[in-house]
Each structure stands twice: as structure tokens, then as C-alpha cells.
T-cell receptor, first 116, second 112 residues
Framework: GAGVSQTPSNKVTEKGKYVELRCDPI?????LYWYRQSLGQGPEFLIY????????DSGLPNDRFFAVRPEGSVSTLKIQRTERGDSAVYLC??????????????FGPGTRLTVL | AQKVTQAQTEISVVEKEDVTLDCVYE???????LFWYKQPPSGELVFLIR??????QNEISGRYSWNFQKSTSSFNFTITASQVVDSAVYFC?????????FGTGTSLTVIP
């Protein structure tokens, strides 16, 4: 159906708070990716799901970041004890999941997180 | 190490001019894939093209064309007869077996 959707589009929080960012992938896509994009930079990989499992979480910067995808569809990126340096646009992408190297990733509009 | 370099940070052209966005990549893998994405002001990355390392044929799609040269590790993108709607940030990306690497992007402004 529709493309990748992400909610909220904007999130403002205070330092130290907990936030959850949601991603709804394209229907039927088994692979899901989270990226972080800082101003003036390209997207930076965070985590990759194949189905329900995190196949590669090597991009998560530290243990304050965690993501789940319990039913193999919607995913939630969770950030604990937010810091000002976490401010960025968080992008979600999905792909068919046939093969990671060749799959074309389709991106959502992103969630702009601002930590005050 | 894998790397994508987009040396042009910002480009401005007048409408109807042609413009080429450069992308140079670095990888030791023999099998890899190259992509271009467009990011308009709305923020959503839009897929434009995918190329695999074994196919050096250039591609044309309307006003867009891509020149892939393995000898120089480049995958350049040309927009002919640019239009205001082409104004966006364009990202080149490299995919190997395990990772997807984006360049830092080129911001294109087309002036009417």
C-alpha cells in the first residue's frame, strides 16, 4: 500500500527523558532499517531487522538506544536518558528483504528529534 | 574501508542548465551496489537508481543520466535541462554485503 510512515514527525523532549519513535514499513517488506541523519550529513546506519529479529545492531551508538519489531512489521526505536547530542532526524526504511546488499531501501519522512 | 565521497557540498545552477553531481566510492569488495537518492525539502529520501558493480552501462531516464566508471570508482549523476523542482539534496550510497554507506550529499539549488 502506502509508503513508509513514521510518527511523530517532530518530537521535542528534555534532556534525560525517554522517547519512542515509531516506523510503519511498506506492507510485505520483511527488512527494516533505522538511520540517524544529523544536519548536513548523510544518513548513518543504526540497526537492521530481518523479520522480528535485529540482524545487525552495530550502528547503535550506545546502550541508551534500543529498537524492537515484535511482530515483524511496525518497529519502535527507543532512546533512554536522552542527551542533546541525540538531536537529529531519525529515518526508517524498509525493503523486500530478499538480500540486504541488493535490496532497494524505501525511506519514510523521518522523525525530527530535538532534545533541549 | 568503505567510503563514499561527494566533494560538491552545494551547487547552484540557473534553470535549464545541465548539472553533474559527482560521487566517488571506495571499497575492496568486488560485488557492490551503488545508489542515488534525492532528498527534497520535505525530507523523505526518494530512490532514483541502483547499479551493480558488474554493469558499467550508463543509464538514462528522462532528464537524468548516470555514468558509472569502475576505473575511476565514480558514479556521477547528470541532470539535463534542470528545473526548479530538481532543487534538493542528492545522496550517493554504496551497499556491500553488510552495510549501506551514504555520502554527505550535494545540495542542488536550481534558480528560476
Amino acid at each position: 500500500g502506502a509508503g513508509v510512515s513514521q510518527t511523530p514527525s517532530n518530537k521535542v523532549t528534555e534532556k534525560g527523558k525517554y522517547v519512542e519513535l515509531r516506523c510503519d514499513p511498506i506492507s510485505g517488506h520483511t527488512a527494516l532499517y533505522w538511520y540517524r541523519q544529523s544536519l548536513g550529513q548523510g544518513p548513518e546506519f543504526l540497526i537492521y531487522f530481518q523479520g522480528t529479529g535485529a540482524a545487525d545492531d552495530s550502528g547503535l551508538p550506545n546502550d541508551r538506544f534500543f529498537a524492537v519489531r515484535p511482530e515483524g512489521s511496525v518497529s519502535t526505536l527507543k532512546i533512554q536518558r536522552t542527551e542533546r547530542g541525540d538531536s537529529a532526524v531519525y529515518l526508517c526504511a524498509s525493503s523486500q528483504g530478499r538480500r540486504r546488499a541488493t535490496d532497494t531501501q524505501y525511506f519514510g519522512p523521518g522523525t525530527r528529534l530535538t532534545v533541549l | 574501508a568503505q567510503k563514499v565521497t561527494q566533494a560538491q557540498t552545494e551547487i547552484s545552477v540557473v534553470e535549464k542548465e545541465d548539472v553533474t553531481l559527482d560521487c566517488v566510492y571506495e571499497t575492496r569488495d568486488t560485488t557492490y551496489y551503488l545508489f542515488w537518492y534525492k532528498q527534497p525539502p520535505s525530507g523523505e529520501l526518494v530512490f532514483l537508481i541502483r547499479r551493480n558493480s558488474f554493469d558499467e552501462q550508463n543509464e538514462i531516464s528522462g532528464r537524468y543520466s548516470w555514468n558509472f566508471q569502475k576505473s575511476t570508482s565514480s558514479f556521477n549523476f547528470t541532470i539535463t535541462a534542470s528545473q526548479v523542482v530538481d532543487s534538493a539534496v542528492y545522496f550517493c550510497a554504496l551497499s556491500t554485503g553488510n552495510q549501506f554507506y551514504f555520502g554527505t550529499g550535494t545540495s542542488l539549488t536550481v534558480i528560476p
